[in-house]
């Protein structure tokens, strides 16, 4: 088990960035692919971003891709996700998960953080 606490959410405007950072505890974060989702109101959640154990491969939904970036720093056990460009649509509750065996695309984590409202206006 590990504790995943998010941070960096906000009110920003269309075209503005964000950068949110997870913060892990608990565990040897080096083990875990470490992923972001986010859940919009009234909408499932979905795959934003993942990354493997050390940081050299990383998934992007397409919707994302070219955007926002994820990264992590295993020496401060902290997975970053720098959002550019945003747009009203990606305003959602943005959701770190780590997962102890796989990177996944699918909302399928081991753990989850408590989450971070992002809200992008028009």
């Known amino acids: 088990q590990v504790q995943l606490v998010e941070s960096g959410g906000g009110l920003v405007q269309a075209g503005g960035s964000l950068r949110l950072s997870c913060a892990a505890s608990g565990g040897t974060f080096s083990r875990y692919a470490m992923g972001w989702f986010r859940q919009a109101a009234g909408k499932e959640r979905e795959f934003v971003a993942a990354i493997n154990r050390i940081g050299s491969s990383t998934y992007y939904a397409h919707s994302v891709k070219g955007r926002f970036t994820i990264s992590r720093d295993n020496a401060k056990t902290t997975v970053y996700l720098q959002m550019n460009s945003l747009k009203p649509e990606d305003t959602a509750v943005y959701y770190c998960?780590?997962?102890?065996?796989?990177?996944?695309?699918?909302?399928?984590?081991?753990?989850w953080g408590q989450g971070t409202q992002v809200t992008v206006s028009s």
């Open positions: 998960a780590a997962d102890s065996q796989y990177i996944k695309t699918t909302p399928s984590y081991n753990d």
